[in-house]
Structure formats: structure tokens, C-alpha cells
């Protein structure tokens, strides 16, 4: 008489269902990772491509990059650039191109490799012309928490933070050379002070640590600073952030920085007027929380390109500086990130 076959028990099955669900919770993540791996891949390449047909056009047309209405109709480029593989289909563009540099000549990117072309964008509209408008409320976060961008030197990258702010160039003199000149605009390297690092900070909001006394975020090399103005060993910094703002809404704006020494403001062509809009007096020796702002309103129009030129001098103790605007309609408030552009 042959033997029956011995089926699962209960528990047995349910031991195996457990496992397999254990193994799903682990792999799917790692295969949704790797899908979105090769999206963010293939963004990257799309907007490499873009960045290549921008430059091409660049070279047709005088060295001035296209219009911020016409743009992807005088790119000419295949539909399938325009579509990024993370967003929604149907929608005939996923990226925007920076309104920044509508019209503008070359020249006016210094820093091509820190300065955004294109990016994952929406302008909450399906029409692929329409995304033109770029500031840090179009981009869309859609790759994982960040986005693709493409810079004005052809390379694309994926990012996590917004993006604008102004570039900072740092630079430290080890010993005090006392009071520089003031000039208009200040010169570090005609006052003994060595150049330290080039960054782009979202906002011009830090104060430094009193305990380890250095600036947020640190800089390498720059020791914010080790003892009183004057003391052996001490130095001092200067920092010189320029770029543009692009206001949010038409009005008479207040501008007005907070800072422990010396700094300036120029808003506008400093060719033309190269008086600062505020100027603490810029052989301020470690005043904390000194406010200085514009005594008149300065007229400024929603979008408009408006260069931005920052000086702040450190002499010792601990950084603090930031700078924020108002105007009728629009609170006192840090220049948010996304309203300003680095150069």
C-alpha cells in the first residue's frame, strides 16, 4: 500500500508566507531605488542635451541666450527631451529654463559651472511653452527629494537644495592690516588678505558659534577668530557676496543688514551709482546686532534683474550678518533663497 503525501501544516505556510513578505519589503524599495536611479540618469542626460542645443543657439545669436517666451520653440529640440521619465505623462515639458538669463549677453555668467540653465520644473500648466519662469517655486523636487539641473558650462547634476543665493567670496589676512581703505568697492587683495574659498550661500543669514567662535556654515582656513581685535595670532575676514535679487512685487523697498561689524550694500549697477544704498561704516569694530538700512525706499519692479554687491568685514569675536527686505504688501523677512541669484 503506497504512502500518502505529507501536505503544509498551518503554520508552516504561514512561516513561508512571512518570509516572502519580509523579502518583498526589503527588495521592492531596492528595485524602486534603482528605477528611479536610471530616471534621474536619463533626466540628467535630457538636460545635458538642452544645456548643448542652449549653448548652440548661443553661438547663432551673438553670444545672447534665448528669450524667455520663444525659448523651446528656437531650441527645436525632440519632444522626448522634454519629458522627464519621473514626471506624470501627458504633460508635454518637465523642465524650466532660467528667466534670469532671457535676452542676456554671455558675459553676464561669471561662474558658469555655479549657475543653473535649466531645471525639473512646473508652472502648474501642461502647456510645454509655458515653462519658461524659473525661481525656487518652480523647481520640483521629484527625483527622490531633489531635482535635476543643467549650468551654463553643459554639465547637469542631480541637487537637494534650492536653488539661488548669492556667491560668496571668502577671504582672511592672518594679521590685522588695520583699518583698510574704504574705497568703492573694497579690494582684499590690496590689503594683504589671501583669497580662502568660493560658495554659493542660499541666504545671507548666519551668526557665528560663541563657543567655538567660527561662522555657519564653517570655512575651512578662515579661524572667525581666535581673540580680540589686535592680539597676536588674530586675524580678520572679509566676505563679498554678489549676484542678483529678483523681487517678488512691485514697491518701494526697505533693505536693512544686522551685523556685529562692518558691511555694505550696493542695489543696482554699481557703474552707475557707486555710492552704497547702506554703509555701517565699514571700520565698525564688533557692535553685535547693528542695524543699518537704505533711509529712502528703493523703487523696484516684480521680476526685475537687479545686481546685488554685499560686503561684510569681520575684525574679531564672532560673525553675525544677514540681510532682509520689506515693502508695502511683503513683511520684514531674510531675502528667501528663491529670489535670489548667485554670480
Wanted: with cysteine; aromatic share 12%; glycine share 10%.
Amino acid at each position: 500500500m503506497g504512502m500518502r503525501g505529507r501536505g503544509f501544516t498551518l503554520i508552516e505556510l504561514l512561516v513561508v508566507i512571512g518570509i516572502i513578505a519580509v523579502l518583498a519589503a526589503i527588495l521592492f524599495p531596492v528595485f524602486g531605488r534603482a528605477r528611479e536611479q536610471g530616471r534621474i540618469a536619463s533626466c540628467i542626460s535630457n538636460q545635458r542635451q538642452i544645456a548643448q542645443a542652449i549653448t548652440i543657439y548661443t553661438q547663432d545669436y551673438d553670444e545672447t541666450y534665448p528669450p524667455e517666451d520663444a525659448v523651446w520653440e528656437l531650441l527645436s529640440l525632440e519632444p522626448g527631451l522634454l519629458r522627464c521619465p519621473t514626471r506624470r505623462k501627458g504633460l508635454g515639458n518637465g523642465y524650466v529654463y532660467n528667466y534670469f538669463l532671457a535676452n542676456e549677453p554671455l558675459s553676464i555668467v561669471t561662474h558658469p559651472d555655479l549657475f543653473m540653465l535649466t531645471a525639473d520644473g512646473h508652472t502648474g500648466s501642461d502647456d510645454a511653452a509655458l515653462n519658461v519662469y524659473f525661481t525656487g517655486g518652480n523647481v520640483d523636487r521629484r527625483h527622490a527629494g531633489g531635482y535635476v539641473a543643467s549650468y551654463a558650462d553643459g554639465h547637469a547634476e542631480r541637487q537637494r537644495g534650492l536653488p539661488g543665493g548669492l556667491l560668496g567670496d571668502y577671504y582672511y589676512a592672518k594679521t590685522p592690516p588695520g583699518t583698510p581703505t574704504l574705497g568703492s568697492p573694497f579690494d582684499p587683495t590690496q590689503h594683504h588678505f589671501r583669497f580662502v574659498t568660493l560658495r554659493v550661500d542660499p541666504q545671507l543669514n548666519w551668526v557665528g558659534d560663541e563657543d567655538t567662535r567660527i561662522p555657519y556654515p564653517r570655512i575651512p582656513g578662515v579661524p572667525w577668530d581666535v581673540g580680540a581685535y589686535g592680539e597676536a595670532g588674530t586675524g580678520e575676514a572679509v566676505v563679498i557676496w554678489t549676484g542678483w535679487i529678483m523681487p517678488p512685487r512691485t514697491g518701494d523697498y526697505t533693505f536693512t543688514t544686522i551685523s556685529d561689524d562692518g558691511c555694505r550694500v550696493w542695489v543696482g549697477d554699481i557703474a552707475e551709482n557707486p555710492d552704497p544704498l547702506i554703509d555701517n561704516g565699514w571700520s565698525v569694530l564688533y557692535q553685535p546686532n547693528t542695524e543699518a538700512r537704505n533711509p529712502t525706499p528703493l523703487p523696484l519692479t516684480i521680476r526685475q534683474k537687479v545686481p546685488i554687491r554685499v560686503e561684510y568685514r569681520n575684525t574679531q569675536w564672532t560673525g553675525q550678518f544677514s540681510l532682509e527686505w520689506e515693502c508695502t504688501g511683503l513683511n520684514r523677512q531674510i531675502i528667501p533663497v528663491e529670489w535670489m541669484y548667485p554670480n
